[in-house]
């Protein structure tokens, strides 16, 4: 019992030191670099590209933009009015939340960099596939009709901002994170530290144990509706994976908890109509599951 | 003159209205200043990224928060 207590109190306090610092790191570095990339340039950026090449491109500068889905629906309605094409928009869409810099260095600690640079790349793949099929649905109609009137501005903030004001925006970026994820942060690793400790290994096997073939499913499908980014969601699969779950089914829930969740949907359909975002969900769901299996069945290479 | 602070009350949005009020003040006008923290309705602007500054329904500035002196020219030029 008080060795349970120990061990949770330990896994704690080490993962709230260690993600914070790592997190305040990245962010004020990863900010940095983000203040080049606004969105009228990125916008700009792709409105010069065409075909497979935009939606890739797309996917990249989606992993330098800010963390937050919250600002999926500005970007989205910038993108559409500007005349971008649909499969590139939801290229972006889908790898914003999916993949940024400071998750990959988080996963690459957490777990190895093997796992944490597949991560990136099976996220960018599923990006530009789930875009480009989006694409090819020729769903523009699907989209609700303000949307293409909205104005388009081009106020660009990227030539007259000075190193002084980026490394301000950098450091306002580490304060206004942290001060919205710590709430989930501590939550998420304090259900790391119940899972490390508290429950058996044995209930997690039948569950989500390797050997499982549903367990992929089950994740994917749980973490969906859930809304938490993913500094707060890494400490749980961390504790999953140390109890014997896949590595597949660890980083499906990492990424159907980021990419999709209940508040952003919401958000999402006041901009698209129903059929284009039931489309949208199980594309990147479907998606997220065969990843799963995919790493579950290559694991041993991984770890 | 009509000026909205587009943002959804982020603490970067309440210093973009604390600016654009002492800029008032400097000026000598007595602006309607509203909030609109509305996604869509920002978004009807063409923000992509807050906050925002409109005046007299214009979008003027975006994406950061203005010093008072900036807010100045632009009212001169409104």
Known sequence: MANRVAGSVHFFIYDVIKIFILLSVLIFSISYVQSYFPPERTRRILGQRKGVGANTLAAFLGTLTPFCSCSSIPLFIGFTSAGLPLSVTFSFLISSPLVDLASVILLASIFNWTIALSYVVVGLILAVLGGTLIGSLRLESQVEAFVFQSPVSDHDNDGKISREERLIYAREQVLDIVHRVWLFVLIGIGIGAAIHNWIPESCIASTLGQDRWRSVFVATVAGVPMYADIFGTLPIAEALVQKGVGVGTALAFIMSVTALSLPSVIMLKRVVKLPLLVIFIAIVTVGIIVIGYVFNSASQLLI | ?78
């Open chain 2, 1 to 78: 003159m009509n000026i909205k602070i587009l943002g959804s009350g982020c603490k970067k949005c309440l210093a973009l209205a604390d600016n654009t009020k002492a800029a008032a003040e400097t000026a000598g006008i007595d602006p309607q200043i509203d909030k609109v923290t509305d996604v869509v309705a920002i978004a009807g602007y063409g923000l992509m990224s807050t906050p925002g500054l409109v005046i007299d329904e214009k979008l003027v500035a975006s994406g950061r928060v203005l010093k008072a002196v900036e807010i100045g020219k632009l009212l001169a030029k409104a």
